[in-house]
């Protein structure tokens, strides 16, 4: 079964360092999103693309980070420079076109 | 602003019981939603979804109803297996392709062998 791989797994960094995730949507899905999800909480997107295009960044802290999926399939998303807060869940997800979305394992980041 | 969100933060049921999961939605134009699982470390999977133009949808052991009087969303399972232990989000869109999900703040399920 297809599934969306992200990696790395976890991560722990100190603050003021830079950070990267990456994440493989299941083929063919054009929509791919990004989510943080805080402990105990559900997850917010944080930026939302249509093949290469955002077309939703409104959640997302321009100020440090960034997203691309530059050939319309993989994306990165990067934190620079990490603060204490950004410790949480990054989920990627990706779908086919409007409803079910299927989610990444996520990645752990811990900002120490 | 608008959400969803839950009534319980957490649920213990009794193996081989139904559950009952709630979810108040305060966002009258969303006419799509989705109940994911979530077990600890790993992200969110997909159990039912529901659309607006529907107040019944049944799966295998579950089944979600939706009340758009009261903006009511519940998920039922039954049967409860310790397996079902996990969190439970409902999510909400508008089904436009362009609105990512809206999540409530999730219910712990805890089955009791």
């Known amino acids: 079964e297809a599934e969306v791989a992200q990696s790395p797994r976890y991560k722990i960094t100190e603050k003021s360092q830079a950070v990267a995730f990456w994440c493989d949507p299941i083929?063919?899905?054009?929509?791919l999103y990004w989510y943080r999800q805080i402990l105990g909480q559900g997850p917010e997107l944080l930026v939302q693309f249509q093949d290469e295009s955002v077309v939703d960044d409104s959640q997302l802290p321009k100020d440090r980070f960034s997203a691309e999926r530059l050939k319309g399939v993989d994306s990165t998303l990067k934190i620079q420079p990490a603060e204490l807060g950004d410790s949480a869940m990054y989920l990627c997800a990706s779908s086919s076109g409007p409803g079910e979305q299927f989610f990444g394992p996520g990645t752990r980041l811990t900002v120490l | 602003g608008e959400s969803v969100g839950l009534h319980l933060p957490t649920l213990s049921v009794q193996e081989g019981d139904n559950s009952i999961i709630n979810c108040a939605y305060s966002?009258?134009?969303?006419?799509?939603f989705i109940w994911y699982k979530q077990e600890s470390g790993k992200g969110p999977q997909f159990i039912i979804d529901?659309?607006?133009?529907?107040d019944k949808r049944q799966g295998q052991r579950v089944t979600v109803l939706l009340n758009k009087t009261v903006k009511h969303l519940s998920l039922q399972i039954a049967a409860t297996q310790p397996g079902d232990s996990a969190v439970y989000f409902c999510?909400?869109?508008?089904?436009?392709?362009?609105?990512?999900?809206?999540f409530g703040s999730g219910t712990r399920l805890q089955v009791q062998p």
């Open positions: 999510a909400e869109n508008k089904g436009t392709g362009r609105r990512a999900l809206t």
């Open positions: 966002n009258s134009a969303s006419d799509y």
């Open positions: 083929s063919g899905h054009a929509t």
């Open positions: 529901i659309r607006s133009n529907m």
